[in-house]
Structures are given as structure tokens and as C-alpha cells.
């Protein structure tokens, strides 16, 4: 018993233990007795969701650009993995990857035109932009069936068909994947540049960084991990149509990095989370459960009373737990090295 | 003696904001290794020659001849503002332009961003080159922070230090960059005497040092008197006089427009 | 001819609505440097407070769309005051954010209190076709013309001939200066947010007889309104709303004569890439920034 405490605590030491750790608690869950199918299928929305909320969190947190149509590029990436699966036969793995690739591309595409525009015409460019994919959606029915909806299988694997449960863990590994790439890249000359930015364009420039490359390859960087994370959608709910992909995403995704915490890896899980579980949760508390849009009024406060008293995000509170208890614990840490997400290694 | 070749050469650099000509016609050229002070009255156009030769502006005429680290002579003007720092050139800001949320380490690494070869993949795979170069850049950091007198600080947040040692890491940030010339703005606004003493020491010591030549924009006649090797006093954006500290203080132009009026 | 007549008209009454929104956009645009994208659904919100109204009271129309008016200044004001005032010394990152938390509240509002039930909304005149020159024509559409036009030409007055309009300008060009100067910067940004409200009000209850009046009735309106006014150029206060009625007419025009399965997706194509070669739209100019 005290060994294994032991384990745990050199564990917890690094990032990516645990992100691991995390990763295999999120993923033992769907095996718990009693879990219903459709807690799974919660589980699986909010695991889907972070992947997205993580790639906009590079974009917003990190460099400071918003985007309020990435539910598009979401979309492309369950259109385009559904179609290579289902109708060209190939293998998920291979659609995965077209998933990320056409976005990413997609992105750089958009973001060269957009992101010479000044401040908030990416938003409203990116608004468009999701318009008209949208209805690319809707009219392109040789490759999206419009709104008849698209439906698809769980991936096979290895040549092993995979079930719900499976496919739920494929999910999370893929997610504890991305979230290593990220604090990869965010703890090293990359993430530094990103900070640069934010704290002072003239300053960073006059290091050497190059703004418009920055912002462009932040900009693909979340529309390809919007695209993976619809790869993972059609393949777990294993359906899509162009109502799905409205703007209410793109607007969760932004409360999601905000309320979570800015420019912080956890805290877009967080806010992935806090954003597809709140609505279940709020759907069990007595008298609010009887007003249509209770949720949207209780996560629209919340993103206001957090961006007016508590910019830091719930991140921030859920990191102070662990200090407070390593505390208690007698075994104090410096306050640089809890930084935000930035301790470099 | 490579000393008397001349890194920057200004030559005829004008640039106007609606109508107002900031700077005018200015040429002056700074010496390998020179230390060279650029004077002037508030609004002379000081500020504005340094965001042109950096590219903050672009000037509406002239050139800016530098001789770069890799030894090719450039003109300035037909760069890009990122551009400039891998040329050799890099400046530092009036009020410190440092990132608060990061440590003073990752501060300096930011100075190094123009020599780091492995790009996003490399990183976000943690492939063995990337991982090597961190390191590599994390020891340079490591003993430039000795250098300027702040070892084993470099865990420490750079929000909430002094001033002064604000100052001494955005100098320390310059030299990540192995750059051949240092522009300073300001660099003792804000410092108190003792300060802005230990200040001069270290850019003296920086010069000697690492072999580089600082232009310095100035307001402490002191500072600019005691460490520059030649000075150009400039007026509404004019070159008024040019040449050592002892004929600067002699110079009756410079006096009138402006040791004069500030004394 | 009469054909394309008919969509000119079409485009102009659908480029008012967009008008009246993106006017709504750049009052507070300038006035307080942000963006609100809550704008829309805000007049989604009152078009349900006009419906309400109209139910309960069944107060002749004209009289409903001032009363709606009304409570589109005090939604907009408790708005300012409640929330925007409290974020002004945040980052302008936090502002525009500030407003998706908006719409989010307000989405959730609407069916709250008023149900998920879509409601009809009547047309203020409900006279039937008329025949011009062989164009027909909704004598509510050159109601909805009308209003705009006038409308916009009074504001347009205010914003150039009076006291209040030169404390708007000035505080678009610069708020600090505007404050030191003894401008009631504050009265200004509340005084934007009412009126700009209350244009986003005016606009959804002209929208509702097309529509329904339902959660999503404001959506393509404040996507347009907004490229509209990234058509004209954020700078100017006439810019949005000249591009607001290019936009309506190119709307129809593709539409009819090209596809209308495709035209938002080439018109936001076309606008996309105009803003490549113009950035600061039709009517707008470009500042040297300042290190």
C-alpha cells in the first residue's frame, strides 16, 4: 500500500503522467458496473469536445485569435472520415488522417486570406466561412446526403471491430495524444513565441517572430485537431447532419477555453467538460430542469462572471487544490514552477 | 583592424507622419565595436530613426547599410521587422517589453527564437534534435544569466522584479541573439544613479565582451557622456552635430537646441 | 426587367433589415472599440418582448413597435450598465467575449420565459400585392424601406448636426481625449448601447412577419449585417449601411440569376476575397499604427 502511494506520487510529478493518468481513469470508466450507455455516450461528447476545445485553445489562450466558426471544420472532418470509411472502404485510420489534413489545409487557406484583416474580422470572416460550409452540407449529397444525415460505423481497427466502450478509449488515447503534442510545443521555442505575442506584438516581432506565421500555423493547428475530433465524432455517434454543425459549437467552444481557463491545457479538458455536463447536470436539479434554456442562461452567466471576476478560469481554483494539499503535506513548491502551463522542462 | 569598418550605415533617412517630417535627411554611420550615443530634445525624431532602422516604419527614403553576422552588408530597409534580429541587429524597448507570465529563463530563451532550427514538429514530437537544441540554447541562457549577474534567478518570474533588473534581463534577452549591434532605448529611464552606473559597466563590459557595437538612444547626459565613443545630436529630426563626447559638449549647436535648455 | 426589378426591390428591403443591424454593429463598434455579436440575438429577444406585448395587450401595431422600442433601450441600457461598464477596463480580447456570453443567456431567455413555441408576428401593413409597372410589390416592403430610410437619415443628422452627435464622433476617434475634453464618454457609451439595441429591435420585428419569431429568427440577418459592415468599412458610420444594401441586392441577383442554392456561399466568397485587395472596406481608411 505505501509503495503504491509512493508510485502515485512520482507519477503525479510530471505533466505527462498526468495526462496518463487521467487519460486511463477517463478511460476505465465506460467499464464500471452500472455505467449506462447513455452516460457513455456523455463521456464520449465531452472526450470529442475537448479535442476541439484543446486545438481553440492554441488559437484563443494561446495566441490570442478568436474563431466562431470552427463547428465547419468539425464538421468537414466527420463528412470527410465518414465518406472514406463508408463509402470508399478504406480503413479509419487513413480517414483519421484525411480528417486532419483537409481542415488543416482548409485553415491555412482561410487564415492566409483572413488573417490579414485587422482584430475581429477573423471572427466574423470565420462566421461566413462556417455558413457556407454549411451548406455545403446541406446541398453536396453525393458525399454528405444533406439532411437525410450521414451514418456511419464504430472503426475497425487492426481488422478488430471496435464497440462502443472501444471506440470511447480510442477517443481518449487520441486525446491524451494531442494534449502531450500540445504541452510539447507550448513548453518550447514555439510556445514562447506564442507568449511573446500576447504579451507585446511590437516586442515579439522584434525578436524574430514572425506574427503572421504564428498566427496562421495556430490557426491550422485548430482546425486540424477540429477536424480529428469530428472523425471521432461520426465514428462514436456514428451520425451527421448539417444541423449538427450550427453555431452553438463554435460558441461552446469559445465558453469552454475561457471558463476552463486561457491559455492552459487542462483547462480546456475543463471547460470541454464543464460545457457538456453542465446542461446534464442542470437537467436533474429540480425547478430549473422545467424552463427550456436554463442552460444557456446559467453557462452564459457563468462565462460572464468569470471573464468579469475570475479571468483565470476554474483551472486556476482546481490547481490550487493540490498545492493546498501538497501543503498540508509539508512539501512546498515555488510559485514559478506551477506557472500557467508554462513550467518548461 | 576590423575596428574602424563601419556596421550601420545610415545614409540620407527621411520619414514623415502626415506632412511632419520626423526625420530628415539623416546619415551617420556606427563603427565595429563603437559604443555611439543618439542625442537629441524630446521629439527630435530619436525613437522614430530606431523603429525605421529596425523596420517598425518603413522610412519614405534612404538606406540602412549593415553588415550582417553572416558578413554580407544589406540594406536594412528590404527587410521584414522579424527579419531584423537574424541579421544581427536587436533593440531593446523604452518601457521593457518582457513577458511577465514566464519565468526570467524563458525570457532570455525568447532572445534565441531567431537561431532555433526545429520547427513545430520537431517540438511537439519532442524529437532528440529539438530536445538538444532546448538544451543547448537553456545552458547559453543559463550562463548569460551568470554574466549579468543574476545566476540560479532563472526559475524566478520575470513580473514583479526591479526595474533595474528588468533592464538587465532585456539586456541579457539581446545577447541570446549573437547579435553584431545593440540598439538601446532608453536604457537608464527609470534607474536610479547607483543603477544606471552598474549600467554603463555592463554595456561597456558587453561590447568588450562579446565584440558587438551598441547604439544608444539617451536621455542621462551622464551616461551618454561617460560610455560613448561618438555621439550624433539630432534636432527636429536634423543631424546637428556629430563626434566625440568632449566635441558634442563643446558643439555650439548641440548646446543651443539642447544642453542649454536641459541644464 | 420587371424580373429583376422585382429582386432589386426584394434586395433592398432584405439590405434594410441588414442596414438597421449593421448600423446598430458600428455605433457601438466605435463608441466602445468592440464588437458585439450578441446584437442579434438581443433583437431576437425583443422581437418576442413585441410579440409578448402584442398578445397581451393587442395595442395596435405601430403602438406595439414603440413600446418594443422602448424596451429595447432599457435591454440595452441594463446591458451597458450591468455588464459592458464593468468590463471596460478589462482587455478589448474580453469585450467581444463578453457579448458571446450574451447570446448564450439570451438564446436561453427567450424560450424561458416566452416558450419554445415559434409565434407568427403580422406585417404592420397588411394590404395586399400591389402591381407597379408590372413589378409587385408588398406595400409593407416600401414600409420597411421607408422606415429605414428614415431612420437612418435621422440618425444620420444627429451624428452630424448636433451636440450629441459630435460627443458620438469624438468619442469614435478618441475616447480618452473625448473624456478629458468633458464629453460624457459614459452617457455616450450607454446612450450607443440603447440605440443600438433598439436598431437591432426594429430590425428583428420587420424580420418577424418573414420569419416567425423563434430563437434562431436573427441569425442570418446578423451574419449579414455584420458583412455588411465589413463590405462598407467599420470606420465610417455610412459604410456598413451602403454595404448593407449592396448586400441585400447581390443577395438576390446571385440568387435568382445564378443559384440560390449556393448564393451565401458565393457572396461570402466574393466578400472574403474583396477584403484581400480592400481590408478596410469600401469606405474605409487606413491608419499608420503607432509602436
Known amino acids: 500500500m505505501q509503495n503504491k502511494r509512493f508510485n502515485l506520487k512520482a507519477l503525479l510529478g510530471s505533466r505527462y503522467g498526468q495526462y496518463i493518468l487521467f487519460g486511463i481513469i477517463l478511460a476505465v470508466l465506460p467499464f464500471i458496473p452500472g455505467m449506462t450507455s447513455s452516460n457513455v455516450t456523455m463521456l464520449g461528447s465531452m472526450v470529442y469536445f475537448s479535442v476541439v476545445a484543446l486545438g481553440f485553445q492554441v488559437l484563443l489562450g494561446y495566441s490570442g485569435q478568436i474563431s466562431l466558426g470552427h463547428t465547419a471544420f468539425i464538421g468537414v472532418g466527420a463528412y470527410i472520415s465518414g465518406y472514406i470509411v463508408q463509402v470508399l472502404h478504406l480503413p479509419w485510420p487513413l480517414a483519421f488522417i484525411a480528417a486532419a489534413v483537409i481542415p488543416l489545409l482548409l485553415g491555412l487557406l482561410l487564415g492566409l486570406i483572413a488573417l490579414r484583416l485587422e482584430g475581429y474580422y477573423l471572427a466574423i470572416a470565420t462566421l461566413g466561412l462556417a455558413e457556407s460550409i454549411r451548406i455545403v452540407f446541406i446541398e453536396a449529397t453525393p458525399i454528405t446526403r444533406g439532411f437525410s444525415g450521414f451514418s456511419a460505423r464504430y472503426p475497425i481497427l487492426f481488422g478488430i471491430q471496435l464497440t462502443k466502450q472501444m471506440t470511447f478509449v480510442l477517443m481518449v488515447a487520441v486525446l491524451i495524444g494531442l494534449m502531450i503534442i500540445v504541452y510539447n510545443f507550448i513548453n518550447a521555442s514555439t510556445g514562447r513565441a506564442l507568449a511573446a505575442m500576447r504579451s507585446s506584438e511590437a516586442a515579439a516581432q522584434a525578436m524574430g517572430i514572425s506574427l503572421f506565421k504564428y498566427k496562421l500555423m495556430t490557426f491550422a493547428i485548430s482546425t486540424a485537431f477540429a477536424g480529428m475530433a469530428g472523425s471521432l465524432y461520426m465514428h462514436f455517434f456514428r451520425y451527421s447532419d448539417p444541423t449538427i454543425w450550427n453555431s452553438g459549437i463554435s460558441l461552446n467552444l469559445v465558453v469552454a477555453c475561457i471558463v476552463g481557463g486561457m491559455a492552459s491545457i487542462e483547462g480546456a479538458v475543463l471547460g470541454a467538460a464543464f460545457v457538456v455536463l453542465m446542461p446534464e447536470i442542470l437537467k436533474v436539479v429540480p425547478i430549473l430542469n422545467r424552463f427550456h434554456g436554463a442552460p444557456f442562461v446559467v453557462s452564459g452567466v457563468v462565462i460572464i462572471l468569470v471573464l468579469l471576476y475570475y479571468p483565470a478560469g476554474l483551472i486556476h481554483a482546481a490547481r490550487k487544490l493540490p498545492a493546498m494539499l501538497k501543503q498540508l503535506a509539508g512539501r512546498r513548491k515555488p510559485a514559478a514552477e506551477r506557472g500557467v502551463g508554462h513550467d518548461s522542462h | 583592424m576590423t575596428a574602424t569598418e563601419s556596421v550601420l550605415k545610415i545614409e540620407n533617412l527621411s520619414i514623415s507622419f502626415g506632412g511632419l517630417k520626423a526625420v530628415d535627411g539623416l546619415s551617420f554611420s556606427i563603427n565595429e565595436q563603437e559604443i555611439y550615443g543618439l542625442i537629441g530634445p ?56 518582457l513577458i511577465k507570465e514566464l519565468s526570467i529563463l524563458d525570457n532570455l530563451l525568447i532572445g534565441a527564437h531567431s537561431l532555433f532550427k526545429h520547427g513545430l514538429f520537431a517540438q511537439a514530437l519532442r524529437l532528440r534534435r529539438a530536445v538538444a537544441e532546448e538544451e543547448q540554447f537553456k545552458q547559453k541562457a543559463l550562463s ?36 553584431k549591434l545593440i540598439i538601446l532605448d532608453e536604457p537608464a529611464a527609470g534607474l536610479n544613479d547607483t543603477e544606471t552606473r552598474e549600467l554603463a559597466q555592463l554595456i561597456r563590459r558587453i561590447r568588450d565582451d562579446y565584440g558587438c557595437a551598441v547604439l544608444l538612444v539617451e536621455h542621462d547626459m551622464a551616461l551618454v557622456m561617460d560610455i560613448c565613443d561618438r555621439i550624433c545630436a539630432i534636432s527636429f529630426g536634423k543631424k546637428l552635430a556629430e563626434g566625440t563626447p568632449a566635441e558634442i559638449r563643446r558643439n555650439q549647436a548641440v548646446q543651443e537646441a539642447y544642453l542649454g535648455k536641459d541644464d | 426587367m420587371q424580373i429583376f426589378f422585382q429582386n432589386v426591390i426584394g434586395g433592398i428591403e432584405a439590405g434594410s433589415l441588414y442596414a438597421l443591424a449593421a448600423l446598430g454593429l458600428v455605433l457601438i463598434y466605435r463608441t466602445a472599440k468592440m464588437s458585439n455579436f450578441a446584437q442579434g440575438t438581443i433583437g431576437m429577444f425583443n422581437a418576442y418582448i413585441a410579440y409578448f406585448i402584442l398578445a397581451k395587450t393587442g395595442l395596435p401595431l405601430p403602438v406595439v413597435a414603440v413600446l418594443t422600442v422602448l424596451a429595447a433601450f432599457v435591454v440595452g441600457a441594463v446591458i451597458e450598465l450591468l455588464i459592458m461598464r464593468k468590463a471596460s477596463s478589462s482587455t478589448t480580447m ?26 407568427q408576428f403580422p406585417r404592420f401593413i397588411q394590404n395586399p400585392a400591389m402591381d407597379i409597372g408590372g413589378v409587385k410589390m408588398l406595400p409593407n416592403t416600401l414600409f420597411v424601406i421607408a422606415v429605414t430610410v428614415v431612420l437612418v437619415g435621422v440618425l444620420f443628422y444627429i451624428l452630424q448636426n448636433t451636440k450629441w452627435g459630435l460627443a458620438v464622433r469624438v468619442t469614435a476617434a478618441n475616447e480618452t481625449t473625448a473624456r478629458l475634453m468633458g464629453v460624457p464618454t459614459r452617457m455616450v457609451s450607454l446612450g450607443a448601447w440603447a440605440i443600438a439595441t433598439a436598431l437591432g429591435a426594429l430590425s428583428a420585428i420587420m424580420v418577424a412577419p418573414l420569419t416567425s419569431v423563434t430563437v434562431s429568427m436573427m441569425e442570418t440577418i446578423h451574419l449579414n449585417s455584420f458583412i455588411a459592415a465589413i463590405l462598407g468599412g467599420f470606420s465610417t458610420f455610412h459604410g456598413p449601411v451602403v454595404g448593407a444594401f449592396i448586400l441585400g441586392i447581390a443577395n438576390n441577383l446571385i440568387s435568382y440569376y445564378i443559384s440560390s442554392k449556393w448564393v451565401v456561399a458565393i457572396l461570402y466568397s466574393c466578400i472574403l476575397a474583396f477584403t484581400i485587395f480592400k481590408p478596410q472596406g469600401l469606405f474605409g481608411k487606413r491608419y499608420v499604427k503607432k509602436v
Open chain 3, 94 to 119: 474580453g469585450k467581444p467575449i463578453l457579448t458571446l456570453g450574451l447570446i448564450i443567456i439570451f438564446q436561453g431567455l427567450a424560450p424561458m420565459i416566452f416558450g419554445p413555441i415559434p409565434f
Open chain 2, 144 to 179: 548569460i544569466l551568470e554574466y549579468i549577474g543574476l545566476g540560479g534567478r532563472g526559475h524566478e518570474l520575470a513580473g514583479g522584479q526591479p526595474y533595474g533588473t528588468l533592464k538587465r534581463i532585456e539586456l541579457g534577452r539581446t545577447l541570446m541573439s549573437d547579435p
Open chain 2, 42 to 97: 524630446n521629439g527630435a525624431g530619436k525613437t522614430t530613426v530606431f523603429n525605421c532602422i529596425t523596420k517598425f516604419y518603413s522610412p519614405d527614403t534612404g538606406a540602412a547599410w549593415f553588415k550582417t553576422k553572416q558578413g554580407k552588408d544589406v540594406n536594412l530597409i528590404d527587410y521584414r521587422v522579424h527579419d531584423i534580429v537574424g541579421l544581427g541587429m536587436v533593440r531593446t524597448f523604452q518601457n521593457v517589453e
